[in-house]
């Protein structure tokens, strides 16, 4: 319960019997049940940006150096906005329906993105210009990924499928796997030395950059979780979920979190899933 405000500003917080208020400030509150050993420190937004979009927001990354962020929307649209005031900067248009993923080039200075039209489009971010269209999934693109500096993307799909793509000649180096069942999640990363991640059946193109020793997550929708070397297409594991899963990052070279529908958060060690 609020009984009041401080000379600076700052609420006097009383707790109901059992909990006690720890630190309170203009913008967060520190509740803790001793009994129970537990605390929450509760957050107020710093600001919240209301203009940029009009309904749900899908998807959203911010520039590696801060400056910028970019985000997709069920309005259909995809705009490029200045983080500290929410100021928008450009709207991205050229996908036809619904803007699933987007996110920044290590640069800062290109965004790569992919559509319910089962196309991927580089952007630029200084004048909202299309570089490049990539075309070849024959459904809705759910997620993406850049290869080290972005040379190489990747894509993952409705169709169950996920290309490797070259950005330099807007060409698809290869079909990285073929699930037979939506990918609704990738995640690239470096592999842990001890992995074995196979070998390619044929010699890699030129134009792969940076796939060497890296392992591909896919977080498929018939509640499975795979393993992929990127470089070589082969599986390196596969590991059955309670449900579909949504999404999978790395939490290092062996550890990997992976989520799913029904609320569960998988940890993982890649050596032995």
Not at 74 to 96: F, P, S, Y
Not at 151 to 172: I, M, P
Not at 200 to 211: D, F, I, N, Q
Request: with cysteine; proline share 3%.
């Amino acid at each position: 319960t609020r009984r009041g405000l401080s000379t600076e500003g700052v609420p006097d917080i009383a707790a109901s019997e059992g909990f006690v208020v720890g630190e309170v400030t203009k913008k967060s509150i520190l509740i803790s049940c001793p009994h129970e050993n537990v605390s929450t420190k509760f957050l107020a937004p710093y600001t919240t940006f209301c203009r940029i979009h009009q309904k749900s927001i899908t998807c959203l990354d911010i520039s590696s150096g801060g400056g910028l962020g970019v985000s997709t929307s069920t309005d259909g649209t995809m705009k490029i906005w200045q983080a500290a005031n929410g100021e928008i900067r450009r709207l991205l248009e050229g996908h036809v329906y619904d803007v699933n993923c987007c996110r920044f080039f290590p640069s800062g200075l290109v965004v790569l993105s992919g559509g319910m039209d089962a196309q991927l489009k580089i952007w630029s971010a200084e004048d909202a210009s299309c570089v490049v269209t990539f075309k070849g999934h024959k459904g809705g693109i759910l997620d993406t990924a850049i290869v080290d500096r972005g040379r190489n993307v990747l894509s993952c799909s409705r169709d169950g499928t996920a290309h490797l793509w070259d950005c330099g000649k807007s060409a698809c180096l290869g079909v990285i796997a073929d699930c037979g069942s939506p990918v609704n999640g990738i995640a690239v990363g470096t592999a842990d030395n001890s992995l074995n991640l196979g070998t390619p059946e044929k010699a890699p193109s030129e134009r792969e950059v940076g796939t060497e020793g890296k392992i591909l997550l896919l977080a498929r929708e018939d509640k499975k979780l795979q393993g992929v070397g990127l470089q070589s297409r082969q599986p390196v594991f596969l590991f059955v979920g309670s449900d579909a899963f949504n999404c999978c990052t790395f939490l290092s070279s062996t550890y990997i979190l992976a989520g799913t529908q029904d609320g569960n958060i998988y940890q993982l060690d890649v050596r032995n899933t």
